[in-house]
Every structure is written in structure tokens, then in C-alpha cells.
């Protein structure tokens, strides 16, 4: 009989590893799945009425019009929908977690606090990547719908009489007004804005004493950073002002994300094309904030009293 | 709460540390004729206060769709004066949809225009001709704001075009426009065209007309339109162009 210490080492048991991927598959997994069983897809229905709603009622504008209006209401509410979600989700983690005491029994495992303030960000940037792309191909998919009826009722008028030529150029004037490549970059965009959005809430939450709290500050953000532009450029300008003013708006400047960079829809479905570099830069600052909030939710979070 | 005063000193030096970035890709935005719209106070008064926030928080275009819904409305019941006030909304918040300028253009010069030649509340001719003038340059003024904000696109210079030929009849402005919208690589063939057929029409200028629809004439067949050959039968006769230098114009194109 041997009296010899099993080892801590052993094959059964391997080493404790600093950072885990599969730990933070898991949480965020478990986040999703909570996420989902929150029922917050059924917001879906409500975008799937938006556009089947707008699409019906346009219908005594022109085509032109039409699209227009369809793509700006598409986009407007993908917008709306990707930022609220984002907020709401993310600003109920912690606190749940808290309440529910799954946090303890999770951090007592032992998981790293900074991998569980991963996992739970992967949870709620998957279910906004699911959302996104559900939306997306709802908005496709109605657009697709509207395009094929106005090029039938657009050849029907055109009668036997039009020759393929004709044809052909009725069916280009109409696809020209529906489907670009532009709207790819327009739809990245928004998804990334709401990213940044889901980072600096958790940033928030890590701090915040409720999620009324978590949620009212980040609403408060993203008003102010849409106008943070306005603010930077009045401070650079050198407009003169009171020392107390120029404090303030250095303030608004250097604290509050641009979010002006990040609304690129509205330009896009106006018909301005994007380059592939400028998007790039764009879509790297998104990162980037994103980055740089989750070090600093874990900065606060790791040695916050729970 | 040392924690928290760090992350707001973090915060600041990381606001520091982007606003050069920052700085430049707005200007870059820009550049690429993104985040055009002017939003001030004078958007403020006609938007009011609730589209004026939404149009700052990133939501310019569903603003601007709900005031052109309203301008169609309006529209149905011949308020003009208060389409002109949504029209000017609208061309504000969205600047880089040529689609709203050439509507507002177009509700101004051809169905106010026609409203006011023939408003029967008006018994003076000389004022509703006068009006229905004032409209006429409504229309031409927002297709110049228009192509003020969309330098490169064709569009709206041929709208200009039509505008200048159909309804202010000046040839030459209408053949400049035309001859503008050509140079775009993605504008349609039939521009180059009609700034010939406009300048045809224009005193002293029927010798550089006629050389530009001789060029049209020898691209092809394609080129070979009734009102192609029209106007150059019309120009040869009126330049006295010799017998042996004359291109065949069937009669049934001779006016």
C-alpha cells in the first residue's frame, strides 16, 4: 500500500491555467443563454412590424421614395434596437448574477475576475451579433420583397411594346435604388456602436450602486457623446470663453466617446460610399473603445467587495 | 473610490490620447461628404425640439423622412408655403440625398408653378405669372443648394437642365448643365445630347452646336436620334452649310 501524496499535478487533474478560453466559452455560453431565455428576441417581432408597417404604408410614393424611406426606418430603428439591447443586457449582468449569488459561486471556482468579465461581454456581444443579423436579413429580405414588386408593376406599365433594352433599364433603375455594397459597412457600423455601448455599460455597472443607475448614465452617454464633436471642436477652436467653460468642455471631449464617427447610416443611405480604409479606421476606433473599457471594467471589478 | 478616480484619470488620458485620431478622421469623414448636415439652432426652430435631438442622436434620415411625409401632406392639401418650410428640413438634415432636392425642386417649378399660373383666387394675370415665376426660381435655387452639396453627382445638373429648357427656356444655362451632367463617367449618353440640342437653339452659337451634333452623328448609329438629325438639317440650313459638306437628313427628320 502505497503511502505516497497523490500529485496536485496529476493527469486527472491538470494545472490551473491563468487564462482559459474554454472558461470564457462557458460563461459566455451560459450568458447568451440567459440572455435568451429573457425572451429579448421577441423585440424582433416589433422591427419585423416596423418594416412590414413602413413598407405597407409608403406605398403611394414613388419607388425612388420608397426605398429610400424603407432603408432610413430599416437602419433608424436596426440602430435603435442594437443600442437598447446592448444598454439593457448588459447593465442586468452583474446584478443578477449578484442577486442570484451565481457570481460567488462562479468566482469561487476558482475563474479569474477578468475572464468572467470577458465571458460575459462574448455573451452579450454575441446575442447583439445574433440580433443584428437577424434584423439584417429581415430588412433584406422585405427590400428584396418591395424591389421584385416594383419591377413587375413597373414592366407590367412598360407593357409588350418595350423592347429588352427598356426592360434592362428599368430593372437597373430600380436594383440601383434598393441593394449596395454600402449598406454592409452601414450595418457593420451599427453593430460596432452598440458594441462600444455594451463595453462602457459594463465599465458602469462595475461601479454603479443599481442598474437604474447603470442604465440612466449610460442613456446620458450616449446623448452627450453623439454631441461630443460639437463640444471637442468648440474647445480646440480657441473661441475665447471662461477658463470654468473651456474646463467643462475639455471634460465632455476627453471623457465621452465620439459617436458621431460611428453614425456612418445616414450618410451611407444617402448614397455616399464608404472607403474600404476609412471604414477600417473607423471600425479599429470601435475596437479599440471596446478594448479599452473592458480593461478598465476589469481594472475596477478586480478588487471591488462583493 | 481610488479605483474609480484612477479609471476617470485613465478615462481623460485615453480621451487625450485618441483626439488627435479622432480629429483627423472627422476630417477625413468629411472629406467623403459624410456628416454634411448643418444641425443649428435655425434646423431647431423648424424641426423642433424633439427632431432636433433625434436628428443629433444619429437618427438625421428617419427625422427627415417623417418631415417628407409630412411634405407630402401637405402637398395633397397645396400648402406650399409650408412644404417650402419641411422641403428646407428635410434638404438640411439629409443634404447628400439628391432624391430630396430634385423632389422639392420639382414640386416647386412644375405643380406650385402650375398652381399659381392658374390660382383662381388670384384675378390678376401679371401676379400670378409673377408667382408662378417665383416659383420657377424656387425650384432652380434648391437645385443649386442641391448640387452645392452633391459636386459629384450628375444628377442633379440634369435636373437643372430640364429645369433651365422646360421651364425658364434658357438654352444656354440648360446646355451648360447638360454639358456638366456629361462629364460624370456614370451619366447617361443622351446629356451629351441634349447640352447640343440646347445650344442649338442659343443666338451665335449655332457653328459650335452643329460641330458638336456632326461628333454625335459620326459616333454611330446609336447617336442617329429624329431630334439628332433634326437639328442638324435645321443648323445647316441656317449656317448656309455647303451642299458637299451637308449630312443627308431624311425628310421625314427635316423640319
Known amino acids: 500500500m502505497s503511502t505516497q501524496a497523490p500529485s496536485l499535478t496529476s493527469a486527472s487533474h491538470p494545472p490551473h491555467k491563468v487564462f482559459s478560453i474554454s472558461r470564457v466559452f462557458a460563461i459566455a455560453s451560459n450568458t447568451l443563454l440567459e440572455l435568451v431565455r429573457l425572451k429579448v428576441f421577441y423585440f424582433l417581432l416589433i422591427f419585423a412590424l416596423v418594416l412590414i408597417g413602413s413598407s405597407v404604408f409608403m406605398i403611394n410614393f414613388s419607388f425612388q421614395e420608397q426605398f429610400q424611406m424603407l432603408k432610413d426606418i430599416s437602419l433608424g430603428a436596426m440602430s435603435i434596437f442594437t443600442w437598447l439591447l446592448s444598454v439593457l443586457a448588459t447593465a442586468m449582468l452583474l446584478p443578477k448574477d449578484i442577486e442570484d449569488r451565481t457570481l460567488y459561486t462562479i468566482l469561487a471556482k476558482p475563474v479569474p475576475r477578468f475572464e468572467y468579465l470577458v465571458g460575459k461581454l462574448l455573451g452579450v456581444l454575441t446575442l447583439l451579433l445574433i440580433s443584428t443579423l437577424i434584423m439584417a436579413g429581415l430588412f433584406a429580405a422585405v427590400l428584396y420583397g418591395r424591389q421584385e414588386f416594383v419591377i413587375s408593376q413597373a414592366t407590367t406599365q412598360a407593357g409588350a411594346g418595350a423592347t429588352a433594352d427598356q426592360i434592362a433599364d428599368i430593372v437597373r433603375s430600380v436594383k440601383a435604388s434598393t441593394f449596395t455594397w454600402s449598406l454592409l459597412p452601414a450595418i457593420i457600423a451599427i453593430y460596432l456602436k452598440a458594441a462600444l455601448f455594451a463595453a462602457l455599460t459594463l465599465l458602469i455597472s462595475t461601479f454603479a450602486s443599481s442598474w437604474i443607475f447603470t442604465i440612466v448614465t449610460s442613456v446620458a452617454v450616449y446623448f452627450i457623446g453623439n454631441i461630443q464633436s460639437v463640444a471637442r471642436d468648440y474647445w480646440l477652436a480657441d473661441n475665447g470663453g471662461t477658463p470654468l467653460t473651456k474646463v467643462f468642455l475639455a471634460l465632455v471631449s476627453l471623457l465621452f466617446p465620439d459617436l458621431q464617427l460611428f453614425n456612418l447610416v445616414d450618410d451611407i443611405v444617402a448614397g455616399n460610399a464608404i472607403a474600404t480604409l476609412l471604414f477600417l479606421k473607423t471600425a479599429g476606433l470601435g475596437v479599440v473603445y471596446v478594448l479599452v473599457y473592458l480593461f478598465l471594467a476589469y481594472f475596477v471589478f478586480a478588487k471591488k467587495e462583493l | ?255
Open chain 2, 1 to 255: 473610490m481610488k479605483r474609480i478616480a484612477i479609471v476617470f484619470v485613465a478615462l481623460l488620458a485615453f480621451g487625450a490620447a485618441r483626439l488627435p485620431f479622432e480629429r483627423s478622421l472627422n476630417e477625413e469623414h468629411r472629406a467623403a461628404f459624410f456628416r454634411g448636415a448643418k444641425l443649428d439652432l435655425g434646423l431647431r426652430e423648424q424641426i423642433g425640439q424633439g427632431g432636433f435631438i433625434a436628428a443629433l442622436s444619429g437618427f438625421r434620415s428617419v427625422v427627415a423622412d417623417l418631415l417628407w411625409i409630412q411634405a407630402n401632406t401637405a402637398w395633397q392639401n397645396t400648402e406650399w408655403g409650408r412644404m417650402v418650410v419641411l422641403f428646407d428640413g428635410v434638404t438640411t438634415l439629409q443634404p447628400r440625398v439628391t432624391l430630396f432636392w430634385e423632389m422639392a425642386s420639382w414640386h416647386m417649378a412644375w405643380n406650385a408653378s402650375n398652381w399659381a399660373r392658374d390660382n383662381p383666387k388670384q384675378p390678376r394675370e401679371a401676379l400670378r405669372i409673377k408667382a408662378q415665376r417665383e416659383y420657377f426660381e424656387l425650384g432652380r435655387l434648391y437645385l443649386e443648394r442641391g448640387i452645392r452639396n452633391n459636386p459629384d453627382k450628375y444628377v442633379l445638373y440634369d435636373r437643372m437642365g430640364l429645369l433651365l429648357r422646360d421651364k425658364l427656356k434658357d438654352h444656354l444655362g440648360a446646355s451648360e448643365a447638360y454639358a456638366k451632367a456629361a462629364e460624370f463617367p456614370d451619366a447617361p449618353a443622351y446629356e451629351k445630347r441634349f447640352a447640343a440640342y440646347e445650344l442649338s437653339y442659343v443666338e451665335g452659337r449655332e457653328k459650335e452646336a452643329y460641330e458638336m451634333l456632326v461628333k454625335l452623328y459620326h459616333l454611330g448609329e446609336q447617336e442617329r436620334l429624329p431630334t439628332l438629325l433634326s437639328r442638324i438639317g435645321d443648323l445647316q440650313e441656317k449656317l448656309n452649310i455647303p451642299k458637299e459638306q451637308r449630312i443627308y437628313i431624311p425628310p421625314e427628320n427635316n423640319q
